[in-house]
């Protein structure tokens, strides 16, 4: 799961550097004791019913239901059809029990749980998922991922109170993984017929473990422990009703704040703990935990209209002229990863590239030269007079500085143009740019399909890379799926189509109070395991 | 506006064309309704003009609702679903028609839905405004009895050494920044003798550290223009007339100078209310705390129009009514305003000498 706006070193950032700097004096007085801990429990002993979980969320969610934003964080309110085992990648069962998949992935049946109920006190019946995925429908544009997940569905059929069958119209095989997103979540009856904006605000019912206790927007969010769950998925860490009685997740979005506050206990957990704050955390006692975001790494996605980038040694030579170790190194932490492919290492159908990612800026050199473009006076290169400069448009920088300087070590001029996000996607639509600093988060390996769909693909690997991203939406032999999200990665690699650069990290830091914290595969964070000692 | 540029306007003479003004006794209803059409003549300007320069920007509410809501700032939003939701929200149509509708709405009372988070803009306001208020009276508690102390104190004391040293406080305080005043408090208060919660809305404890951190600066500014009131009459003719009759300085202080010397003080406190809410967008932030501040926030990162609207039209009639409030004020505190009853207030230093004498 990805997460709106996070908050890299800035201004603010040093500001607050300088007065903890100012401050030291008083913070070197508390104590350092480190403390190891196991946040697989199995060290604390038994777990332990009970107790208020303080989180610290570094954003103001602006929906708090998943059907319409997928940005939230996961409450544990709905559940979903299947669940993703965070660790295989493999759709377990969930609120379905079991399922069948026609060969042609055009079809699938789901065979419903039976005594689930929604905490509302009604039952899950196949009329209430097919209400559901009706709705999801309707919402139409407001709905972010659901219109992408459920494209080409023709029917939604509901032979026995247990039973639905969804059709589509073409080979869908992402759809069973997306059944076990929280962008299609089953809810309540009585809650599908709130106003969109209602729910939004939290009005909403579902079969989780837990229930929404209180929202009180751009300040916190309390969900309560639901008695009588007893329908967890097999990927979970056990059974029966979650471990803690309450969650309060206060939202928080000054880091100083938000560390501090974790330093001096007044929470249990905080999420996006920076690269910069992540040594005071270690070295106050606290442990930090991380999960790697599934999907398209954070990448540079050359547009191939124009002449230069349509070139593959260009971009090839550029893909090479990257340090991806130097990146990491400089200024992220280890629990950040350099990318090895184009989807990260905990996406399912993940293949490990990181041989033709390694940092070459001899043949980098060599590729240029090749192509006409020789060293300029000032060490960028020129052809026929033009200069080498090349752009990159993008939200919210990320390593870019340092890649402007790695590619001016080959000859190559990178422009930086920071633009507003509205601003942002009218220059992508209207092509008006050289490299763009994207990302997309999805468990499955369906995000190249969607997302390299999109683009201009030039060169020999255009056609087999379309083969390769319909091979894989249209068998439901994971084999076959993995074989052929391998063959679109090497392709989308070797000729540069997606320049990687890192792989992306949800990091959180937690007392040593609290233990069996888990992240689910979209790399949010899970409460139903986690207990307090 | 500066504190020294508020404290001139303070201290100038009122006249009858604009300002504040000594109202006409028996004129006070027809004043009244005059005021009302004024107050709504600036609501309405304020809309306008929030709406022209809102609504022409080359902003995007719904394409950033739509990467917002699909995993942040470099993601690739669906062009097609974008078009869809700017027919849904009106985004399409021409501006004249937009003005039209949105303002037959807001004389309705509907402020529209915010793109983010589909809530009624209305309700956004008034579950934040109270919050916002609660900050703002507590920073109001902190800055009025410590605004007015340190010039009083430096007043009293013969020792040139304190006095400088008080005279220099304000200064200082002007000169804080609120973000770093937060922090440091915070770090000492908070995370290292955990003496204060750092974050949230839950009971008074939480609100000691935020009306600090607002109430200080304020505090500062309202010393400034009281400890410069009272420096300048404590020279004057009428205060060396007093000492001559034996008065003390106490005496001379609270009887003769604060009285003249609170008037701009008090006219600049209105100003700092209204600038407290300007305030809270930081302070709310460093502590975690709901509220206006953070509604403007979240507003303007996600440039939410119809949020923003809402914004500058609760912040107009917040600016309307607080200074129809000091402007009210004005006669309880000052005799030569009420007595006037519409002649020109003759307040210059000539008629204080003659007074005091």
Same mark, same amino acid.
């Given at each position: 799961m990805s997460r709106p706006v996070r908050r890299r070193p800035r201004t603010g950032a040093a500001l607050a550097a300088v007065v903890t700097a100012a401050v030291v004096v008083l913070a070197a007085c508390?104590?350092?004791h480190a403390r190891s801990q196991s946040v697989g429990g199995s060290a604390a002993g038994p777990s332990r019913q009970g107790g208020t979980l303080r989180y610290a969320l570094f954003y103001s969610p602006t929906c708090l239901d998943p059907q319409q934003a997928g940005? &939230?964080?996961? @409450?544990?309110v709905v559940e979903s059809l299947t669940a993703q085992n965070?660790? $295989?990648?493999a759709v377990v069962a969930s609120l379905a029990a079991s399922w069948e998949v026609r060969g042609d992935a055009t079809s699938f049946t789901f065979h419903l749980r039976p005594n689930v109920t929604f905490s509302d006190g009604s039952a899950l019946t196949s009329t209430v998922v097919a209400q559901n995925l009706n709705a999801i429908r309707r919402l139409g544009a407001t709905a972010s991922h659901a219109g992408a997940y459920l494209a080409a569905l023709t029917s939604v059929d509901t032979p026995d109170p247990r039973t639905v069958t969804i059709t589509f119209n073409r080979p869908n095989a992402q759809f069973l993984q997306a059944t076990a997103t929280p962008a299609l979540a089953i809810e309540s009856a009585a809650s599908l017929a709130r106003p969109a904006g209602e729910r939004c605000a939290g009005k909403i019912v579902g079969t989780?473990?837990?229930?929404?206790d209180s929202y009180t927007p751009n300040q916190q969010i309390v969900i309560k422990r639901r008695a009588g769950?007893?329908?967890?998925?097999?990927?979970?860490?056990?059974? &029966?009703?979650?471990?803690?009685d309450q969650v309060r997740i206060a939202i928080v979005t000054n880091e100083t704040t938000r560390t501090g506050s974790l330093l001096s206990h007044q929470f249990d957990v905080i999420s996006n703990v920076t690269p910069q704050d992540e040594p005071r955390v270690r070295a106050g006692g606290f442990s930090v935990l991380s999960r790697t975001d599934p999907g398209v790494v954070l990448s540079l996605w050359p547009n191939e209209k124009r002449p230069t980038l349509a070139n593959r040694d260009i971009r090839v030579a550029i893909s090479r002229a990257i340090d991806r170790q130097d990146i990491i190194a400089t200024l992220? $932490?280890?629990?950040y990863k350099p990318a $090895?492919?184009? @989807?990260?290492?905990? $996406?399912?159908g993940y293949t490990d590239l990181g041989r033709d990612l390694a940092r070459d800026p001899a043949s980098a050199r060599a590729l240029l030269d090749a192509a006409g473009w020789k060293p300029g006076p000032d060490g960028i290169r020129v052809r026929g007079g033009q200069r080498l400069t090349l752009d990159v448009i993008f939200g919210l920088p990320r390593s870019l500085e340092l890649i402007q300087q790695q590619l001016h070590a080959v000859g190559v001029d990178l422009r930086l143009r920071q633009l507003s996000i509205s601003e942002l996607q009218a220059q992508f639509a209207a092509g008006n740019y050289d490299f763009f600093l994207g990302n997309s988060a999805r468990a499955d390996p369906d995000v190249l399909r969607t997302l390299f769909a999109g683009f201009t693909i030039t060169g020999a690997s255009a056609d087999p890379l379309t083969a390769a991203l319909n091979g894989q939406a249209a068998s439901v032999d994971t084999a076959v799926r993995n074989r052929d999200a391998a063959i679109a990665q090497r392709l989308l690699v070797t000729d540069a189509h997606d320049i990687p650069i890192t792989e992306l990290a949800e990091v959180v830091a937690a007392s040593?109070?609290?233990?069996?914290l888990r992240f689910n595969a979209n790399a949010s964070l899970n409460f139903y395991d986690a207990w307090l000692s | 506006m500066t504190a020294f540029a508020m404290a001139r306007e303070a201290r100038r003479p009122r006249h009858p064309a604009g300002g504040v003004r000594p109202r006409r006794r028996g004129a006070g209803l027809h004043g009244l309704a005059r005021r009302f059409v004024q107050v709504v003549f600036v609501v309405w300007a304020a809309f306008t003009g929030a709406f022209l320069a809102l609504y022409r920007m080359p902003s995007d509410p719904v394409t950033l609702m739509l990467a917002q809501r699909s995993g942040g700032p470099n993601v690739v939003v669906d062009p097609a679903q974008e078009a869809a939701l700017r027919v849904e929200y009106g985004f399409d149509q021409p501006l004249w028609r937009q003005y039209g509708t949105l303002l037959g709405r807001a004389l309705r009372g509907d402020l529209g839905t915010s793109v983010?988070?589909?809530?009624p803009v209305r309700e956004l306001l008034t579950d934040a405004l109270p919050q916002t208020a609660q900050l703002t009276a507590a920073a109001l508690l902190v800055a009025m009895p410590l605004g007015m102390a340190v010039p009083i104190a430096s007043a009293h004391s013969r020792r040139r050494r304190i006095r400088g040293m008080l005279d220099a406080l304000p200064a200082a305080g002007v000169s804080i920044p609120s973000f770093w005043l937060g922090i440091l408090l915070l770090q000492a208060l908070?995370?290292?003798?955990?003496?204060?919660? =750092?974050?949230?809305? =839950?009971?008074?404890r939480s609100l000691v550290l935020p009306a600090i951190t607002l109430g200080l600066p304020a505090a500062a500014v309202i010393a400034q223009v009281l400890g410069r009131g009272l420096r300048s009459d404590l020279g004057s003719a009428y205060v060396e007339l007093a000492r001559a009759r034996g008065a003390s300085q106490s005496r001379i202080v609270f009887r003769h100078v604060l009285r003249n010397a609170a008037l701009p003080a008090l006219t600049v406190a209105g100003l700092l209310v209204a600038n407290l809410f300007g305030g809270a967008v930081i302070v709310e932030t460093v502590f975690a705390r709901a509220g206006l501040g953070q509604v403007t926030v979240a507003a303007v990162t996600n440039e939410d129009l119809p949020v923003l609207l809402g914004l500058v039209v609760l912040a107009a009639m917040i600016y309307a009514v607080l200074s129809l409030l000091v402007e009210a004020l004005y006669p309880l505190l000052d005799p030569r305003v009420r007595r006037d009853?519409?002649?020109?207030?003759?307040?210059t230093s000539g008629t204080r000498t003659q007074e005091a004498a």
């Open positions: 508390s104590s350092g940005e &939230g964080p996961d @409450l544990g965070p660790n $295989t990648g989780g473990p837990f229930v929404v769950y007893a329908w967890a998925p097999s990927s979970a860490g056990h059974q &029966g009703p979650a471990r803690l992220y $932490t280890p629990q $090895t492919s184009v @989807l990260s290492s905990t $996406t399912p040593d109070k609290v233990h069996d | 983010q988070t589909g809530q908070s995370f290292h003798w955990a003496l204060l919660p =750092a974050t949230g809305n =839950a009971g008074l009853s519409g002649e020109v207030s003759r307040r």
